[in-house]
Every structure is written in C-alpha cells, then in structure tokens.
C-alpha cells in the first residue's frame, strides 16, 4: 500500500543547512548533483528540529554502495548485516545508507536471496587425471532472518518510503531533503515528536524480535529526549525484554556506551531497572543490587551516574575505563572480600573479581579484557594515593592511568565526605607538577607506556692474536 508523505517547505521549520555539518553537506551536494536523491535521515534530522546539536549526520540515498565508492575517493564499504558506506573527512566520519526495503512489507523473493554466481551453459569436459571442476559457490543472501525472526543480515534495496517504513521509530524516520530544503515525513513522525512520544514503526513485538537492540534504544531516546514510550511499544518491550540477551554482546557493549555516556546516564539506569533491562544486560550485578550490604540498600551506582551526568554537561570527558570503575567498583570490592575471606591476597583476590565478572558479562554486555585490566589498575593503585613521601608522588603521577584512578578517588570522596584532604593534596601536587616538568618525560598524559626498549649492547671484540713468527736457524 502506498503511502503519501506529508512535505513540510522549508518556510515552516527551521532546519537550516547552516546547522548541519559542512561535510554532510558536501556529501548531499557530490549525490546530489551526481543524479541521485539523498536525505539527510534519523537522529540528525530529529534533534535539528527539536533544537538539539546532533552527534552524528547519516545520509540515505538511492544510489548503492559500489555507486557511493566511485563518487568519492575517502569511501570505506563496511558492514555484512547492512552494508554502509562510510565517507572519511579529517575530522569525522559521514555514514551513507542505500534505501532499504522494509522486511515486514518487501521480503526478498526466494529465488533472488538464493542467487548463485554465473556459470556457462556449456563446458568442455575435464581432461582425464584432471580435477574435477568446482561448483559454483552461493552468493550470500541479501535477507537473512533467524527462525524467531531476527534479522542477520538486511541489504534488500528499496525506495525512500520503504526505508522509512523499516526504520525503528517514528520520530528517526523524517528525511531532510537537499534538493528543496524540504522535511519529508511517511509515517507520523512530527507528530509524536511534538508530543513527545517513541512509538515503534509497525507491529511492536515483531520489531523488537527482528532486533533486540531497538528495546535498548528506546530508553536511551527516552531519558535523552524526556519523551515517553507509547503504549503498545511499552507493552511490547515489557513482554519481549528477555529477547535482549540474544545481541550480539560486542553490539551490546557499544550501546551501554552510549546509554550511560550521553548526560542522562542516571535516568537512562532507572528506566532500565523499571523496564527489566538492567537484569537482562548485567544478570549478575543486578541480583546484587537486589541484597543489601550490612543492612543498607545498594545506591552507589545511580550516584556515579549523576556524577558522569555531571561531569559530561560541564564539558569533561568521561572515558569507558572510569565508567565502568564507577559502575562497578562496589560490587567488585566486595567480590575481592570474598576471595581474601577464601585465602586469596589482596591483589589476586581483586584480579579474580575481574576475571569473574568479565567471564559472567561475555555473553550479554562484552566488556574489552583491556577494559577489565584498566579498571582493575584503577581500584588497585587507590592505596597508592596515601604515600605522600620521597619520590613515590612524582613517580605516581607519571604512570599511564594515573588520572583516571584520581578520577576514582574524586567520585568516592564526594560521594562519602572522606579523604577531602587527600583529594586537594593530590590536586595541588598535579598542579605543582604539570607534565614535563622536572626534567621527565610526562608518562600518563598519552597514555603509553614511556619506551623502555634497551639499548643494544656493543659487543666487545676479542683482541687479535698476533701471528706466530717463525725462527730461522
């Protein structure tokens, strides 16, 4: 059934392309002007018309990957389950998408998701002893579902209304259009963002079985936006919710990043626990949080997330390291008690703790085993910050992790009212001594290791023997 798209003239919104990235912009043009139509799509138009300064500028077009590639020379194809093209600038990174048709209304013919490579009609038989020739090789199917319905892969191509249609939700499904600075909405779009609503694109309980993730991203939207979910979607998400742990765990890990990294982390956590999503991606700590240590309810990880809140609407960077520190710490702390309790010293215990944990997350949220060694780094250098004496301050100061087991330190102190005193000591000790200073090379500001590569040692040459001469009688 077709569908007529509601045009909205540039005279009645205020989406300028002054707004929008220079190199979004030169990627629409170069498309534009090539005989393609291509939209700016997604969150960028959404948080444009809400006022919003969007992270990222996605295009759709007509025109295909291989088609993209040839127009611009910095073009990088990637993905198997969408294949994307991503166009590389300096400074960013502008993602183009072909239309896509919509897997609930356009599924791929049978044949054509079978298609095999060519092979002539005829061919001379094989000389004897020779190899037999080989059979031509499928080509992968451009749809590809699991029985529950997932979808594996998706790179059936479509037209503008079909892409809208299989898009997550409504209010990510406007398209800007360059050719006429026109906002093009299929599907009710405006609607539900002057309302205020993340309403899923057709039948819920199908979308969120053909990706889990979307349940995850409608929260997110959720506390970013202050929106509230509709109806039937929230429905759908409390019925389907378990369905989550069937992500990919490293897709997962990307998009609890993205949760707890945006400025709206502590709300984006309740909602989770309000919805049973924080059970499904961290089985483990959830059941902690759900027992009381010495009497007292578990809070401290709704306090860490308003002091990421904090710190990233003041402008400062939070890396993945110190959050899941944060997030994590407690629970880790009283895991490691448990293994000394057992016979386990001090540093093993902890590096049990994480070992334990990373091995309980790999099938949900995949946390890097890089990341798992940096937050045990932080929680173990803690008692490093009471030796104020000698040189150990100094030395301290130049390790590589050293401002982000401060940053630990900072969190815990406000969070507790102790060790105020040690915080400012160290703070005007970091002042005093800014990097490079002294003489010596600021190790913790990159984030390397210093190079300790030794010096080849010059081989001592053995003295030459002197000849023998001979005597002549």
């Known amino acids: 059934m077709a569908i007529t798209p509601v045009i909205i003239p540039r005279s009645r919104h205020h989406v300028s392309r002054a707004s929008i990235s220079r190199n979004a912009v030169r990627v629409l043009y170069r498309l534009k002007e090539a005989g393609y139509r291509s939209y700016l ?56 998408a072909t239309f896509r048709s919509s897997a609930m209304e356009a599924p791929e013919p049978e044949e054509a998701a079978q298609e095999v490579l060519p092979v002539p009609e005829a061919l001379p038989a094989p000389a004897e002893g020779a190899a037999e020739a080989v059979a031509p090789r499928p080509r992968p199917p451009r749809m590809l579902k699991t029985e529950d319905g997932m979808i594996l892969r998706d790179n059936v191509f479509g037209t503008p209304e079909d892409d809208a249609v299989r898009r997550d939700f409504t209010v990510n499904a406007l398209f800007y259009n360059i050719a006429d600075f026109s906002v093009i909405d299929y599907i009710g779009g405006i609607d539900d963002l002057q309302r205020g609503l993340i309403r899923l694109i057709g039948d819920p309980v199908t979308r969120f079985t053909e990706d889990p993730v979307r349940m995850v991203r409608a929260v997110r939207f959720t506390a970013m936006l202050g929106f509230t979910i509709e109806e039937q979607t929230e429905r759908a998400l409390i019925e389907v919710r378990d369905k989550v742990a069937l992500a990919s765990p490293s897709r997962l890990y990307e998009e609890t990043l993205k949760l707890f990294l945006l400025g709206a982390g ?69 895991q490691a008690g448990k293994h000394q309790a057992g016979g386990a010293s001090a ?44 040189r150990h301050p100094l030395y301290f100061l130049r390790r590589p992790g050293f401002f982000e087991a401060f940053e630990y330190l900072r969190f815990t102190s406000e969070m507790s009212g102790e060790r105020r005193d040690l915080v400012a000591w160290w703070q005007d000790f970091i002042k ?42």
Do not use: M
């Open 266 to 334: 502590e709300k984006t956590y309740q909602l989770l626990r309000k919805y049973g999503l924080f059970g499904v991606l961290f089985p483990h700590l959830n059941d902690w949080l759900g027992a009381e240590s010495d009497g007292f309810p578990h809070t401290r990880i709704g306090k860490a997330l308003e002091w990421v809140d904090a710190c990233i609407q003041a402008g400062r960077e939070v890396p993945p390291t110190v959050l899941f520190s944060l997030i994590l710490g407690q629970y880790l702390g009283e």
């Open 41 to 96: 799509v997604g969150g960028g138009v959404r948080d444009l018309l809400l006022g919003r300064e969007p992270k990222d500028f996605d295009i759709a077009t007509d025109a295909t990957p291989r088609d993209v590639k040839k127009l611009f020379r910095n073009c990088r194809l990637i993905g198997r389950r969408f294949r994307l093209a991503h166009i590389h600038f300096h400074d960013e990174i502008i993602e183009v």
């Open 347 to 390: 540093l093993p215990a902890l590096e049990l703790a994480v070992a334990g944990l990373l091995s309980e997350q790999s099938k949900r949220v995949l946390i890097p085993r890089k990341i798992g060694i940096a937050i045990r780094d932080i929680l173990w250098n803690q008692h490093r910050f009471e030796k104020r004496q000698g």
């Open 432 to 473: 005093s001594h800014p990097p490079g200073s002294d003489g010596e090379q600021a190790e913790g500001t990159s984030g390397r290791p210093p190079d300790r590569t030794p010096r080849k040692r010059r081989r001592k040459r053995r003295p030459r023997s002197k000849p023998e001469t001979k005597t002549t009688t």
